[in-house]
Nanobody, 124 residues
Framework: VQLQASGGGLAQTGDSLRLSCVAS??????YGWFRQVPGKERGFVAG????????YYIESVKGRFTISRDNAKNTVYLQMNSLKPEDTAIYYC????????????????????WGQGTLVTVSS
């Protein structure tokens, strides 16, 4: 399984960006987006089940970020609106076939494969 993340870049406060994660290999999986800043652990941002029927978000991005998937394109998206400087990070997509995903989506160890990361920088 390979995951290729893209869509990061430089944005200003209030702008929007859409991250994409294209999967190859085993694509029938749950997915998550995580982010990491230097000196801190990688943290969960959003997740989506294999069917797309359930989505999960951390509190700080609810109402601003939307995770979605297009199974025909083997792609998972993270639409990020109303960006804030504190959203600055390297964003990683990851896939999981964990049987208990709906209860463990926030943990890095739940995920089997990771993309290479894409940098999002939000200036004030």
């Amino acid at each position: 399984v390979q995951l290729q993340a893209s869509g990061g870049g430089l944005a200003q406060t209030g702008d929007s960006l859409r991250l994409s994660c294209v999967a190859s290999g085993r694509t029938f999986s749950n997915y998550g987006w995580f982010r990491q800043v230097p000196g801190k652990e990688r943290g969960f941002v959003a997740g989506i089940t294999w069917s797309g029927s359930r989505t999960y978000y951390i509190e700080s991005v609810k109402g601003r970020f939307t995770i979605s998937r297009d199974n025909a394109k083997n792609t998972v998206y993270l639409q990020m609106n109303s960006l804030k400087p504190e959203d600055t990070a390297i964003y990683y997509c990851a896939s999981s076939i964990h049987a208990a995903f709906t209860g463990r989506y926030g943990y890095t160890e739940t995920y089997d494969y990771w993309g290479q990361g894409t940098l999002v920088t939000v200036s004030s």
